[in-house]
């Protein structure tokens, strides 16, 4: 189980600029959600809060009943993937998918399985051995997602992850992600901008605005009332 509740959640970065006012949800186990909003309304500011990459400054965050505000990231069971990819260059596909699980300090024979495993899923097992420069676009965000996903996280974030792809390949990592989410069962927050992704993959979906939530409703709800 991997509820995630947001209860009352605010940002305050330290120049004083108030990017998150008052966030109030519950997402439940294995939902996927989706935020939408304009630039600047603090979708990624609250995404990272929930990583533990960004500190809360009032409200609670709590996974799984445990209040996570002050946890490590490393401790949350979370994982994230990046608009950016964020790969390490200087290492191969399988270094960058190992890194993680480094740091975890899992026995070999595990990190090993896991890499493999996630390989498959993403179609990389021919790409283990190159480094990023080496890969396609969308063959560096299937690594960026297979690094995430070799943690095993209960708790997925995915920030833009397909905006830097072309609409033919974003259309089809769209199946791939909606795939990937029957398999693992990770609960969901996925940013993006795209209404055909929020529309596909989304169980929810959150407007954000200035900050603050406006609505939180189903697709069907959101884009298809007259
Ligand atoms: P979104 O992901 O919705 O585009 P962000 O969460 O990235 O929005 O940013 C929300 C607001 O917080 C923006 O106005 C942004 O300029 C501001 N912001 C982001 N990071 C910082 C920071 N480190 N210090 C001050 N303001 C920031
Ligand atoms: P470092 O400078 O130590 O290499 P990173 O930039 O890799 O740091 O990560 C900064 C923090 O974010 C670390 O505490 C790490 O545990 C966490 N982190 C790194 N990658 C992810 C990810 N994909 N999802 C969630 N947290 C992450």
Redo the contacts with the bound molecule.
Sequence with gaps: MSEVILNHIQKVYPNGYQAVKDFNMEIKDQEFIIFVGPSGCGKSTTLRMI???EDISGGTLQIDGVVCNDK???D?N?????QNY?LYPHMTVRKNME??LK?AKLPKEEMDARIDHAAKILGLQNLLDRKPKALSGGQRQRV?MG??IV?N?KVL?MDEPLSNLDAKLRGQMRIEIARLHKELKATTIYVTHDQTEAMTLGDRIVVMSDGEIQQIDTPQNLYEKP
């Design positions: 990583a533990g990459l490590e990231p490393k949350r979370i994982a994230m993937v990046f964020a890194y993680p740091i960026a690094r995430a943690r996280p974030l």
